[in-house]
């Protein structure tokens, strides 16, 4: 796995990017699960994130500590499996603190399609892209 994965990892809190028409919104997000290239969330249907995200599902998430950042772009599927949504729900306290079930939440993913790893501490600073495959 490459460096963003493993800097995202460790950095499960995330500033969430989305859009309301032409107006860009953003959040802080947990990563509930990583897959691969695919990072996994939970959020309640009644949220307006969830309708943000059925009327625009391009997103962008940016990790950041001291001098390193991750940045990562794809397009949000809301096609996870019962099982896995299950084991989302059992595996992160925070949600059965704050939903009744499991059944409770909207689960959806995100195949990242690219990400920038930016490192500032080195002379020159180090830069990478890479682009993803579903």
């Known amino acids: 796995m490459e460096k963003a994965f493993r800097f995202l990892s460790s950095h499960r809190d995330v500033a969430f990017a989305t859009t309301e028409g032409y107006v860009p919104k953003i959040r802080v997000f947990q990563v509930m699960k990583q897959d691969g290239s695919a990072l996994y969330f939970a959020t309640a249907p009644h949220k307006e994130i969830y309708r943000q995200l059925q009327a625009n599902p391009h997103v962008e998430l940016l990790a950041m500590e001291g001098n390193i950042s991750v940045r990562m772009g794809g397009t949000v599927r809301f096609d996870v499996p019962d099982n896995v949504c299950r084991e989302i729900y059992e595996t992160n306290?925070?949600?059965?603190?704050?939903?009744?079930?499991?059944?409770?939440?909207?689960?959806?993913?995100?195949?990242?399609?690219?990400?920038?790893?930016?490192?500032?501490?080195?002379?020159?600073?180090?830069?990478e892209h890479q682009t993803y495959g579903d």
Do not use: Q
């Open 93 to 127: 306290p925070v949600l059965s603190r704050l939903y009744a079930g499991y059944a409770s939440l909207v689960y959806f993913r995100l195949p990242v399609a690219w990400s920038d790893y930016f490192d500032l501490t080195p002379t020159p600073p180090t830069i």
